[in-house]
């Protein structure tokens, strides 16, 4: 197998003769990208595959990700096998046995991942850890944790460690003890 890192993008015309060549551009412009052990600054394409490679940005119909890192991904759909994103955006999301900052989405599922803030529409978590969710209807597989839940439909066993009960009450008794601090 050729360890080479590899970027291939096939566009429909002419490229930006101003713009990076070599193994790692800055921006790539095209109908698909495929990354292959490599990575670029700023994408954007109909579609883009990842693989063992990273991407700064991100801005497509469809991403693809397996073994590989976005620090922003913006998409109708995304999906990540065995990788990672800081922040997400797109209206259907899956992650399975991956990391994410933050989401931001339609439809979202986390299975075997792990997850900060999420925010959907319809959520499914299945044997992950969410530190924040918030969505209007969320299901929950499998054992999950769950630190911080607001949700409009809850199905599933879940028990978060604060619902919004609780983090009202949190806030109340922060906002005191930041107040009695300040007074001193």
């Known amino acids: ?27 790539a412009r095209a109908d698909r990208i495929e ?17 063992e490679g990273g991407i700064t940005t991100a ?3 469809a991403i693809d990700i397996h073994q590989g890192g976005i620090v922003q991904a913006t998409a109708s759909d995304i999906a990540v096998d065995t990788g990672g994103i800081v922040l997400a955006q ?22 075997q991942s792990a997850a900060n803030l999420v925010g959907a529409r319809d ?11 918030v969505g209007a209807d969320v299901t929950i597989r499998q054992p999950s944790a769950i630190g911080v839940l607001i949700a409009g439909r809850v ?23 930041a107040g009695i601090l300040r007074r001193r």
């Open 1 to 27: 197998m050729d360890d080479t890192p590899s970027v291939t993008a096939a566009a429909n015309g002419p490229t930006d003769p101003n713009e990076p060549t070599g193994e790692r551009e800055d921006i």
């Open 35 to 51: 990354i292959s052990q490599g990575g670029i600054r700023d994408a954007r394409a109909g579609s883009i595959s990842l693989t």
């Open 59 to 61: 801005t497509a119909e």
């Open 90 to 111: 797109g209206e259907t999301i899956s992650l399975d046995r991956g990391v994410l900052g933050a989401a931001i989405g339609g439809e979202l599922r986390v299975v």
């Open 123 to 133: 959520a499914i978590v299945d044997q992950s850890l969410v530190m924040t969710m």
């Open 155 to 177: 199905e599933g066993s879940v028990r978060p460690i604060l619902d919004w009960r609780g983090a009202l009450a949190f806030g109340a008794a922060f906002a005191v003890i």
